[in-house]
T-cell receptor, first 115, second 110 residues
Framework: GAVVSQHPSRVICKSGTSVKIECRSL??????MFWYRQFPKQSLMLMAT?????????EQGVEKDKFLINHASLTLSTLTVTSAHPEDSSFYIC???????????FGQGTRLTVV | KQEVTQIPAALSVPEGENLVLNCSFT??????LQWFRQDPGKGLTSLLL???SQREQTSGRLNASLDKSSGRSTLYIAASQPGDSATYLC?????????WGAGTKLIIKP
């Protein structure tokens, strides 16, 4: 099966700093990657969709200047949380999809804690 | 707008029982439906994927069914074990986006 690797799995950062999360498709080329956020006891919410080589499409209410997404290659997408604040503390999950497939494969998630 | 609902929100059953988790969706125009498992503080594990043309998928003790016309899917777990305790999420692939249910927290009591 297809493998998506997300790194780091956990990160603690100080308020005001920036954090980068990587999402890699290890054995396939991902034309589309998705970033989700999950608050405690809530369902996953789609933040943005990114296609390789183009700008990400953000969902309503998600600040594009705060959550920078880069999908520069077919195997790597990054999410940078800029000037993080405690309310950004959450579980972030990426998923990746091949062009010819409707199935999405998921990373293991990153738990971000901003102190 | 597609909406996904999971009932019940929480379920606690004794070990060994068979159980059914429910997922309903409002728009039958879907590409597929997936069931996932999420352990506390962990990522997602994909359990079963049902394409829109399929009616069910089986993997070990798990069986997932799909009835597009009624907007329903069920996840059947046979002979439950304490290790099955987790939150189970269903997600509908609608217009190439995954729409998620809020999950069912399952506790299997030894």
């Amino acid at each position: 099966g297809a493998v998506v690797s997300q790194h780091p799995s956990r990160v603690i950062c100080k308020s005001g700093t920036s954090v980068k999360i990587e999402c890699r498709s290890l054995d396939f080329q991902a034309t589309t990657m998705f970033w989700y956020r999950q608050f405690p006891k809530q369902s996953l919410m789609l933040m943005a969709t990114s296609n390789e080589g183009s700008k990400a499409t953000y969902e309503q209410g998600v600040e594009k200047d705060k959550f920078l997404i880069n999908h520069a290659s077919l195997t790597l997408s990054t999410l940078t949380v800029t000037s993080a604040h405690p309310e950004d503390s959450s579980f972030y999950i990426c998923s990746a999809r091949r062009q010819s497939d409707t199935e999405a494969f998921f990373g293991q998630g990153t738990r971000l804690t901003v102190v | 707008k597609q909406e996904v609902t999971q009932i019940p929100a929480a379920l606690s059953v004794p070990e060994g029982e068979n159980l059914v988790l429910n997922c309903s969706f409002t728009d039958s125009a879907i590409y597929n439906l997936q069931w996932f498992r999420q352990d506390p503080g962990k990522g997602l594990t994909s359990l079963l994927l049902i394409q829109s043309s399929q009616r069910e998928q089986t993997s070990g003790r798990l069986n997932a069914s799909l009835d597009k016309s009624s907007g329903r899917s069920t996840l059947y777990i046979a002979a439950s074990q304490p290790g099955d305790s987790a939150t189970y999420l269903c997600a509908v692939n609608s217009n190439y986006q995954l729409i998620w249910g809020a999950g069912t927290k399952l506790i299997i009591k030894p």
